[in-house]
């Protein structure tokens, strides 16, 4: 099981949270009991959030600031606060189990810290992906004070050359190192006095990054950050099918050789955060070869972004495919209703991808098999 599950319901019993983790338990067994409707009975158990689509760092891999830029021209406006606060409230009203903020960088938005906060209010585990640029002390010592449940801070490199060029911010390396070592100070500080902010480092696992796994597990563990943990290189533009974001890699013998490294690694040190089972697959991904799971990301997952767009999963997000607009007051009724149903029928066996939040929750109830590229996925 991947560690940070372990790590958050740890966190959540000892502050007395023991009901939001028993119903977390009974919506994580939905998938074993699939019904024929393609309506869960309750809501999602991971709930994501596209605060906005702008970022301050130009990385090679991703074109979400570039989204901003052409919805902006097409006279597109992202949701004010209150706007936000109201999906966060659908999420509450379906029983979501976890919210998971994101960008572009969330913390670009003035308002990131009081979402967090609304968030944690209305008893959803609660969680930040960034770049962790824009976190001066205030600020970090904000996100430990109100027990926000986690952050995760992207980090691509065990130097600057690396981290910087991958990232496209020329000092960028320097500033994230300062500020994962701020929050894990910050962290210890505070907990003591309530539930315990977990600090993870994420990285995109990649040819220039994949010689470096040995010494990024050695700066994750002097940082003091909790975990380190690894997601293989999709390839993800706008517009594209689904099926294509884990295409065959020319490189794809050097990293089956990353990760048998990164696996030995992760029986030696408990800082990888990734599951065995999870980093088994890194091969077939880069391989271009189908995901042996069946993926339950519709029926567990649901993503809204800045201007009210629905995905089935963050894949889908990440190639921009949405399935319908909404105010957030509609959320709870969208996800029940026979829309997103035939959605779910229709991705049902979808085997495209390898992103991290899904594959490994995908682990908790199969065991990889051999598998075939889904027709299903053709054409989102």
Same mark, same amino acid.
């Given at each position: 099981?991947?560690?940070?599950?372990?790590?958050?319901?740890?966190?959540?019993?000892?502050? =007395?949270?023991?009901?939001?983790?028993?119903?977390?338990? &009974?919506?994580?067994?939905?998938?074993?009991?699939?019904?024929?409707?393609?309506?869960?009975?309750?809501?999602?158990?991971?709930?994501?959030?596209?605060?906005?689509?702008?970022?301050?760092?130009?990385?090679?891999?991703?074109?979400?600031?570039?989204?901003?830029?052409?919805?902006?021209?097409?006279?597109?406006?992202?949701?004010?606060?209150?706007?936000?606060?109201?999906?966060?409230?659908?999420?509450?009203?379906?029983?979501?189990?976890?919210? =998971?903020?994101?960008?572009?960088?969330?913390? &670009?938005?003035?308002?990131?810290?009081?979402?967090?906060?609304?968030?944690?209010?209305?008893?959803?585990?609660?969680?930040?992906?960034?770049?962790?640029?824009?976190?001066?002390?205030?600020?970090?010592?904000?996100?430990?004070?109100?027990?926000?449940?986690?952050?995760?801070?992207?980090?691509?490199?065990?130097?600057?050359?690396?981290?910087?060029?991958?990232?496209?911010?020329?000092?960028?390396?320097?500033?994230?190192?300062?500020?994962?070592?701020?929050?894990?100070?910050?962290?210890?500080?505070?907990?003591?006095?309530?539930?315990?902010?977990?600090?993870?480092?994420?990285?995109?696992?990649?040819?220039?990054?994949?010689?470096?796994?040995?010494?990024?597990?050695?700066?994750?563990?002097?940082?003091?950050?909790?975990?380190?943990? *690894?997601?293989?290189?999709?390839?993800?533009?706008?517009?594209?099918?689904?099926?294509?974001?884990?295409?065959?890699?020319?490189?794809?013998?050097?990293?089956?050789?990353?990760?048998?490294?990164?696996?030995? &690694?992760?029986?030696?040190?408990?800082?990888?955060?990734?599951?065995?089972?999870?980093?088994?697959?890194?091969?077939?991904? *880069?391989?271009?070869?189908?995901?042996?799971?069946?993926?339950?990301?519709?029926?567990?997952?649901?993503?809204?972004?800045?201007?009210?767009?629905?995905?089935?999963?963050?894949?889908?997000?990440?190639?921009?495919?949405?399935?319908?607009?909404?105010?957030?007051?509609? &959320?709870?009724?969208?996800?029940?209703?026979?829309?997103?149903?035939?959605?779910?029928?229709?991705?049902?066996?979808?085997?495209?991808?390898?992103?991290?939040?899904?594959?490994?929750?995908?682990?908790?109830?199969?065991?990889?098999?051999? =598998?075939?590229?889904?027709?299903?996925?053709?054409?989102?």
């Amino acid at each position: 099981m991947r560690r940070q599950y372990l790590d958050v319901v740890t966190s959540r019993l000892r502050s =007395g949270g023991w009901t939001s983790v028993l119903d977390a338990g &009974l919506k994580a067994l939905g998938p074993l009991f699939p019904g024929g409707s393609g309506r869960p009975e309750a809501g999602p158990i991971l709930g994501t959030v596209i605060l906005s689509y702008v970022c301050n760092y130009n990385c090679g891999f991703c074109e979400l600031p570039q989204r901003f830029v052409r919805r902006r021209g097409e006279g597109w406006s992202e949701f004010d606060t209150a706007g936000w606060k109201s999906v966060l409230r659908g999420f509450a009203a379906l029983r979501t189990t976890g919210i =998971g903020f994101t960008g572009g960088e969330p913390f &670009l938005r003035a308002d990131c810290a009081e979402l967090l906060e609304y968030s944690l209010s209305l008893g959803m585990v609660t969680h930040v992906n960034t770049n962790a640029h824009l976190l001066d002390d205030a600020l970090v010592d904000r996100l430990t004070a109100m027990g926000l449940d986690s952050v995760n801070v992207s980090l691509d490199g065990s130097d600057a050359a690396t981290h910087d060029r991958l990232r496209g911010h020329r000092g960028s390396f320097e500033r994230v190192t300062d500020r994962i070592a701020a929050l894990a100070r910050a962290r210890d500080l505070q907990a003591s006095s309530g539930r315990r902010t977990r600090i993870g480092i994420t990285c995109v696992l990649t040819p220039d990054n994949a010689e470096q796994v040995e010494e990024l597990a050695d700066l994750a563990e002097s940082l003091g950050a909790d975990s380190l943990g *690894f997601i293989p290189m999709h390839e993800l533009h706008d517009g594209d099918d689904l099926a294509d974001v884990a295409p065959e890699r020319s490189w794809a013998a050097k990293m089956e050789r990353a990760t048998t490294d990164l696996r030995r &690694l992760r029986r030696e040190r408990s800082i990888i955060e990734n599951s065995d089972a999870y980093l088994s697959l890194f091969p077939r991904c *880069f391989a271009g070869k189908p995901s042996p799971l069946r993926c339950h990301a519709p029926s567990t997952s649901m993503v809204v972004d800045a201007y009210g767009r629905v995905f089935p999963c963050v894949p889908l997000s990440e190639v921009d495919r949405p399935i319908a607009r909404i105010r957030g007051e509609d &959320l709870a009724a969208f996800w029940k209703s026979e829309t997103y149903a035939l959605e779910r029928r229709r991705l049902s066996g979808c085997t495209a991808c390898y992103w991290n939040c899904h594959t490994e929750m995908n682990l908790l109830w199969q065991r990889p098999t051999g =598998g075939r590229r889904s027709r299903d996925v053709a054409g989102l």
